[in-house]
């Protein structure tokens, strides 16, 4: 089982729809997550934290269930410029500063 | 936040012949982070580098196949040697504020032929 397990997509989506990405991860002890996103040749870049008790940020809400071992991360009144990858991170097990990344989630919005 | 220059950007190399890449960060940094990102696929960790000490590499990756230096707190270099066409991927080195944001550079992609 690989350690950060993501749909990849693609998510091909209408302009202004809500879309919703899931993530699990293997390791309970996993201290720390993450959304990245990382457009087309580009590297990736921190989208947001996800915390316990969950966060928003304008359009774009992260949840973590640890219970489950998932992470979610919501996209309302999509805009074409959120096409991209969209990644899930988690800091590796026995923590310290190493990440490990999903594979990402493909999105693209579409007109 | 961290700024970081990476190159070259891209290169077109033959295959048996080295390759390294360059990292320089605007601040000083304990560690920096090599990491290998193949079509398709997700960031690998290959190696740790720590100024002053030998790096520490993840498991399927080896110090003769991805030298790397460390000379001082804002610079890094990885080497892919001897390389073949299944080192063609993306490398991107990285920093971070401790277990919080990481940030990248441009990264650098590598196609052997």
């Known amino acids: 089982r690989k350690e950060v397990e993501q749909d990849p997509g693609p998510f091909n989506v209408p302009e202004g729809a809500t879309v919703a990405f899931n993530c699990t991860y293997s390791n309970s002890a996993s201290q720390s997550f993450f959304w990245y996103r990382q457009d087309c040749r580009k590297e990736p870049k921190l989208l947001m934290s996800?915390?316990?008790s969950g966060n928003e940020d304008g359009r774009f809400t992260a949840q973590l269930n640890r219970a489950s071992q998932y992470i979610s991360l919501l996209i309302r009144d999509s805009k074409l410029s959120d096409s991209a990858t969209y990644l899930c991170v988690v800091n590796a097990a026995g923590g310290g500063n190493k990440l490990t990344f999903g594979t990402g989630t493909q999105l693209k919005v579409e007109l | 936040s961290a700024v970081i220059s990476q190159k070259p950007s891209r290169d077109i190399c033959q295959r048996g012949t080295s390759l390294t890449i360059q990292c320089q960060v605007d601040?000083?940094?304990?560690?920096m982070f090599w990491y290998r990102q193949q079509p398709g696929q997700s960031l690998t960790l290959i190696a740790t580098?720590?100024?002053?000490?030998?790096?520490?590499?993840e498991s399927g990756f080896v110090i003769d196949k991805f030298p790397i230096s460390r000379p001082n707190l804002t610079f890094s270099t990885l080497t892919v040697s001897n390389m073949s066409p299944e080192d063609s991927s993306i490398y991107l080195c990285?920093?971070?504020?401790?277990?919080?944001?990481?940030?990248f550079g441009q990264g650098t992609r590598l196609t052997v032929v």
């Open positions: 601040s000083q940094v304990t560690m």
């Open positions: 580098a720590n100024q002053g000490s030998e790096a520490t590499y």
């Open positions: 996800v915390y316990s």
């Open positions: 990285s920093v971070q504020g401790g277990v919080t944001e990481a940030f």
